[in-house]
């Protein structure tokens, strides 16, 4: 990482009472690059950042497609914000950008929510294709793993296949695709593999009904675990 001078172009640390040896925003008090009022930590990443903040300016100052998708991103915040769920921005971040074929990669137990969206889709003249996670209908035996990890043990059960779901949306030619429930890993896969840029609608979370986030609004109290690894739950298959 490139190293800066704090008093270049007018940005300032703000002197702490201890040095603190990280860069992680997560340990910023201030947050202060928002407002860019110049009150910066000595560890902030704005002040250490300094190259990659003039190259990513020239990029989103140019035609590329990453600046129309800031700026369409940053339009819909402006127009809509507080008033928009994040289906309606979805559809409307689509239309903005004249995306027209919108894949879906859907999860098996989301494909009612993901016949709904392609329906939202088409309201609005899109063009959608979902490609549900079972594609390929590959079972698990095939790549080994062992009877005892399937979820039903003596039954055919095809893996979750995120990388064909990504050629398959390829090979249609998505202009974007749309995440809907994913299991962790399988999403990794699936953004690396598209072509197209990706956006996640629905995240997986089987225990909270789809909403992660409620584990941090909890973690003071019925989810505490969460801030000890120790304390997370065991694995149900693992050996006694």
Request: glycine share 6%; with cysteine; hydrophobic share 35%.
């Amino acid at each position: 990482m490139a190293k800066t001078n704090p008093e270049e172009n007018g940005l300032k640390p703000e002197k702490t009472a201890k040095a603190k040896d990280t860069s992680s925003c997560s340990d910023c008090p201030d947050r202060s690059c928002y407002r860019n009022d110049h009150k910066y930590p000595s560890f902030c990443l704005t002040l250490a950042n300094k190259k990659g903040a003039d190259e990513t300016r020239e990029l989103y100052s140019s035609d590329s497609p990453e600046a129309k998708l800031l700026k369409a991103a940053g339009e819909i915040e402006a127009e809509f914000y507080g008033r928009m769920t994040r289906v309606e921005e979805t559809v409307t971040l689509a239309r903005k950008m004249g995306f027209r074929k919108i894949g879906i990669a859907s999860c098996l137990a989301l494909m009612n929510e993901s016949t709904i969206l392609a329906e939202c889709l088409r309201s609005a003249d899109l063009e959608p294709r979902a490609v549900i996670c079972k594609i390929g209908s590959i079972d698990k035996g095939e790549l080994g793993v062992p009877d005892g990890m399937k979820l039903l043990p003596g039954h055919k059960e095809a893996s979750c296949n995120p990388v064909l779901q990504a050629r398959a949306l390829n090979d249609w030619g998505s202009d974007l695709n749309v995440v809907m429930g994913l299991c962790v890993g399988h999403d990794c896969l699936f953004s690396q593999s598209s072509q197209a840029p990706v956006t996640t609608l629905v995240v997986k979370d089987r225990v909270l009904g789809h909403n992660p986030a409620a584990a941090f609004y909890l973690s003071q109290t019925f989810y505490s675990r969460i801030l000890d690894f120790m304390r997370y739950p065991k694995s149900r298959l693992a050996k006694k």
